[in-house]
């Protein structure tokens, strides 16, 4: 039987870290509603004790959320705890997401201590959480760059001391994905009380890696990814969960499967752009403008005899407009013959032929040929055999 992939979406917390991505309580009400729609399983609404304003955020979405679990970040640090068990209090699914720095990196230089003290201070923050929910995940923040080993025991204590899902991030997007799904694969063979609790993929874009990562936790035995819509996120950003779902639809003998509701990812995606005021490349996957859109001549004329050719998804499956025929010094005869159709042409083959030396003389001197350049081509164009 196929397994579900929980989609833990964080475009309200590490997508709205991104300076300028700042929501107030409203917008982010509005988008959680929009997520919960969308079909995610687990909101991270904010990091409630960070300011007043995202305690209130957090409060608002648990009021509001009614099928997907809500979670709220914390420190392992007794205060933030608590203060997020507040703003989830009236949640119907209350998360706390709480946890530590585990590669040596964050022991040493950030908190100056030892792996000792950092595994006990794990073990105490998801028992404080424990005491107000029993939706507890525990991050290894930068579990990326940590010793597998050592991994593995932080992994073991926090379930023994009361973890559901335990998050091992590549905080820094340091990780080979053969990496990644490795550290997945270790965890799942060498923590004895792996079957108590679920792995999470949290990857970040340093190296272009997030989306590969993610997947290659989940084939090795993760069953949550944390992503964002639009990849938003910290730097370079998070794995980007229109990627990931559509991975995971388009590669069915994986197994797996989200419940994700694909139509929705287009709109959704131009509406954080424009409420996060943060433009989406025109060449991103799966929600950019010419994720759809053929442009060469070769890739046009195979389109227009089968889509399947030069298309893996059909746009209406992912909520886009639909597939573009963009008219350049690069394209063929039938993509211009195909334009002039939509535009109630009915040119014929000579026609087009003779249309075509026109067109590349517009299309050189220009970077597309737009439909107004087309009408003047057409108005313009006396046909030799008419003369004749
Ligand atoms: O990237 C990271 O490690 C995080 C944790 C807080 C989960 O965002
Ligand atoms: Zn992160």
């Known amino acids: 039987m196929d397994q579900q992939i929980y989609i833990f979406d964080t475009t309200l917390r590490d997508g709205e870290q991104v300076p300028g991505c700042k929501l107030n309580t409203k917008e982010k009400l509005g988008l959680a509603l929009q997520l919960e729609a969308l079909g995610v399983d687990i909101i991270e609404a904010g990091f409630p004790i960070s300011s007043p304003g995202d305690f209130e955020s957090v409060q608002a979405i648990s009021k509001v959320i009614k099928n997907a679990t809500v979670c709220g970040l914390t420190r392992a640090v007794q205060k933030d705890i608590e203060v997020a068990a507040q703003a989830l209090k009236y949640a119907v699914r209350p998360r706390i997401h709480t946890g530590i720095g585990t590669s040596d990196f964050h022991?040493?230089?950030?908190?100056?201590?030892?792996?000792?003290?950092?595994?006990?201070?794990?073990?105490?923050?998801?028992?404080?959480?424990?005491?107000?929910?029993?939706?507890?995940?525990?991050?290894?923040?930068?579990?990326?760059?940590?010793?597998?080993?050592?991994?593995?025991?932080?992994?073991?204590?926090?379930?023994?001391?009361?973890?559901?899902?335990?998050?091992?991030?590549?905080?820094?997007?340091?990780?080979?994905?053969?990496?990644?799904?490795?550290?997945?694969?270790?965890?799942?063979?060498?923590?004895?009380?792996?079957?108590?609790?679920?792995?999470?993929?949290?990857?970040?874009?340093?190296?272009g890696l997030a989306t590969a990562n993610s997947i290659s936790g989940v084939i090795n035995g993760a069953r949550q990814i944390e992503c964002t819509i639009n990849g938003l996120g910290e730097r370079a950003g998070n794995t980007s969960l229109e990627e990931v779902v559509m991975i995971i639809q388009q590669h069915k003998h994986l197994g797996l499967y989200t419940n994700i509701?694909?139509?929705?990812?287009?709109?959704?995606?131009?509406?954080?752009?424009?409420?996060?005021?943060?433009?989406?490349?025109?060449?991103?996957?799966?929600?950019?403008?010419?994720?759809?859109?053929?442009?060469?001549?070769?890739?046009?004329?195979?389109?227009?005899?089968?889509?399947?050719?030069?298309?893996?998804?059909?746009?209406?499956?992912?909520?886009?407009?639909?597939?573009?025929?963009?008219?350049?010094?690069?394209?063929?005869?039938?993509?211009?013959?195909?334009?002039?159709?939509?535009?109630?042409?009915?040119?014929?083959?000579?026609?087009?032929?003779?249309?075509?030396?026109?067109?590349?003389?517009?299309?050189?001197?220009?970077?597309?040929?737009?439909?107004?350049?087309?009408?003047?081509?057409?108005?313009?164009?006396?046909?030799e055999k008419a003369i004749a």
Request: glycine letters at 6%; charged letters at 25%; aromatic letters at 8%.
């Open 107 to 207: 022991i040493k230089a950030k908190f100056n201590t030892s792996q000792e003290v950092i595994l006990e201070r794990a073990i105490q923050a998801v028992k404080w959480a424990r005491n107000f929910t029993d939706d507890v995940e525990f991050f290894a923040e930068d579990a990326g760059r940590t010793d597998n080993e050592y991994l593995a025991r932080i992994v073991e204590g926090v379930i023994h001391a009361g973890a559901t899902v335990v998050n091992i991030p590549d905080t820094t997007g340091y990780c080979l994905p053969y990496q990644y799904g490795e550290k997945i694969a270790y965890l799942m063979n060498n923590v004895p009380n792996i079957d108590k609790a679920i792995l999470s993929c949290h990857c970040h874009n340093d190296l």
């Open 261 to 383: 509701k694909t139509q929705m990812l287009n709109p959704l995606s131009r509406e954080v752009s424009d409420i996060m005021r943060m433009p989406v490349q025109p060449n991103k996957a799966i929600v950019g403008a010419n994720a759809f859109s053929h442009s060469s001549g070769i890739h046009q004329d195979g389109f227009l005899k089968d889509a399947q050719t030069y298309e893996i998804i059909n746009p209406e499956q992912v909520g886009a407009e639909g597939s573009k025929i963009v008219l350049t010094a690069r394209s063929g005869r039938s993509a211009l013959a195909y334009r002039f159709q939509k535009l109630g042409y009915d040119f014929d083959r000579n026609d087009i032929d003779q249309l075509y030396q026109s067109f590349l003389i517009i299309a050189d001197s220009k970077k597309e040929v737009v439909e107004s350049d087309l009408r003047i081509l057409a108005e313009a164009y006396v046909p």
